[in-house]
């Protein structure tokens, strides 16, 4: 646990959540912000600050809990869709410090917008840049 994280002391008990799945290595919660009706959070009980920094099998029971829960969210709500996401760092937009997948419920024409709206300057690559990128995050795995 890490003392000074919210999600932590959620997961401590010490500060209430509208928790809708638990088991030994994962919770979920409502957002207590929600984007829309039903957005909930999937979080590791183990503090990790980024999906980078997450153990293989932790991150895997984050991603079957995700997988699990968007239908019952979907369904809950009545929602036909819905947008699954991390924002992985800080640049990136996280804002709480704990590895949280988002369930966010979404509806025809709710005004939100697909995670390509993100970025507006989207780079132009030249091939010989693609395949240098390419060539790295193989590289890198091995
Ligand atoms: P991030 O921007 O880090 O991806 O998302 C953090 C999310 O956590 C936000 O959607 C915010 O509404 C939610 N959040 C922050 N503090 C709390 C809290 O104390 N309880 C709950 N249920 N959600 C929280
Ligand atoms: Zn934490």
């Not at 410090?97 to 917008?113: C, K, L, N, T, W």
Request: hydrophobic content about 40%; glycine content about 8%; aromatic content about 4%.
């Amino acid at each position: 646990m890490s003392e000074d994280c919210i999600f932590c002391q959620i997961v401590a008990g010490d500060i209430p959540s509208r928790t809708v799945y638990e088991d030994d290595t994962v919770l979920a919660f409502l957002d207590a912000n929600p984007l829309s009706p039903g957005h909930t959070l999937v979080i590791p009980k183990t503090h990790h600050e980024r999906l980078n920094d997450t153990p293989a099998d932790v991150a895997g029971e984050v991603l079957s809990t995700l997988h699990e829960l968007v239908p019952a969210v979907e369904a809950a709500v009545d929602a036909p869709a819905s947008t699954v996401a991390f924002n992985n760092g800080e640049e990136a937009g996280q804002e709480v410090p704990h590895v949280h997948g988002h369930i966010i419920p979404r509806f025809e024409d709710d005004g939100g917008r697909p995670i390509h709206a993100l970025v507006t300057d989207s780079p132009d690559l030249s091939d010989g840049e693609l395949d240098a990128i390419e060539a790295d995050i193989a590289a890198g795995l091995e």
